[in-house]
């Protein structure tokens, strides 16, 4: 079993000795995520979420941000570098408090109890990670309260346990918005959530990364990509977001955007498709069909080939 021990944060985060110590675990285990070895942490919400790591017992924490802006990567490649537990859950309207907990189960002619994530983030140590947590009911995240006060947890169904967070035990919450509901009609199921659960949240915004992370992580993981190609993707990608996020709120202000994720869903297909341009077909723009432009609106669609031929003249 994994034990408790202090890192450098500096080493563990930049390379570079810092001589503030850090608290995780002397070896991974089975839920401790994958070590990106590669990624690069945003400056300003990385310092944030370090901050509330070195905090010995701290507020659960919020990180809101657009989608695929890398809320749920940053928290796992922290965790994997403490070899911390991480339990996830994704929200949903109809998700239940059991989901959470967990429930009973008819193991070997008998009825036995099987953690939740919650549960199992208590008893171990853990990070439960709670995605899009403003998709759920304000009435089951409500139940929830005294748990982020730090109480135990009784869990009726196992003959009334009571479950004592672990010391190490820690929870965030990811969403697209603050808790206050989505105001620009884009994130369809997001909920006003209740004044007394938000309240007892720390709050991390977090946007999309520099363009200049964004070039180096296209160039990490596709190294057979043209520098200049490379470049006008991701200038390509920060149109369109300026578009989607309301920078530009002229007649081409787009209900979708090109992410960190779908970047690089596009930089991969482009590759892929590279052959077709043997056949006079443009692997670049084939790639942006399949990776985004064809789940967009029709006139939203056309504002992405127009961009794409300012960007890419030669694909067209």
């Not at 570079?16 to 400056?43: C, E, H, M, V, W």
């Not at 990567?73 to 408090?97: C, D, K, M, T, W």
């Not at 869903?265 to 482009?270: C, D, F, M, N, Q």
């Amino acid at each position: 079993m994994a034990k408790i021990t202090d890192f450098d944060a500096g080493l563990v985060f930049s390379g570079k000795a810092s001589g503030t110590k850090i608290r995780g675990y002397d070896a991974p285990t089975a839920y401790t995520p994958a070590l990106d070895s590669q990624y690069s942490f945003n400056p300003t919400s990385g310092r944030d979420l370090v901050l509330w790591f070195l905090m010995e017992h701290p507020d659960p924490l919020w990180i809101s941000g657009p989608t695929g802006c890398g809320k749920s990567s940053a928290v796992r490649q922290i965790a994997a570098r403490l070899n911390y537990p991480v339990f996830e859950v994704n929200g949903h309207e109809r998700l239940e408090s059991s989901d959470l907990i967990g429930h009973l189960s008819v193991q070997n002619g008998s009825m036995r109890f099987v953690d939740g994530p919650l549960t199992l983030a208590l008893r171990q140590g853990g990070l439960l990670l709670f995605n899009e947590i403003d998709l759920c009911s304000p009435a089951t995240l409500a139940g929830l309260n005294t748990i982020l006060d730090g109480a135990p947890l009784c869990i009726a169904e196992n003959n009334g346990e009571l479950v004592k967070p672990h010391p190490m035990c820690r929870f965030i919450a990811t969403a697209n918005s603050n808790g206050g509901s989505d105001d620009t009609g884009l994130y369809q199921g997001v909920l006003r959530l209740n004044l007394a659960f938000m309240d007892r949240f720390m709050l991390i915004e977090m946007g999309y990364p520099e363009a200049d992370t964004e070039v180096s992580l296209l160039r990490q993981r596709f190294p057979q990509l043209p520098q200049e190609l490379v470049t006008g993707m991701v200038s390509y990608a920060n149109d369109i977001r300026k578009q989607f996020m309301g920078a530009d709120s002229g007649p081409d202000a787009l209900a979708v955007t090109l992410s960190t994720r779908t970047l690089l869903r596009w930089a991969g297909l482009t590759l892929a498709y590279h052959p077709l341009s043997a056949q006079g077909i443009s692997p670049i723009i084939h790639a942006l069909d399949r990776a985004l432009a064809s789940r967009a609106s029709a006139s939203d669609k056309a504002v992405l080939h127009e961009l794409a031929r300012k960007y890419f003249p030669a694909s067209h």
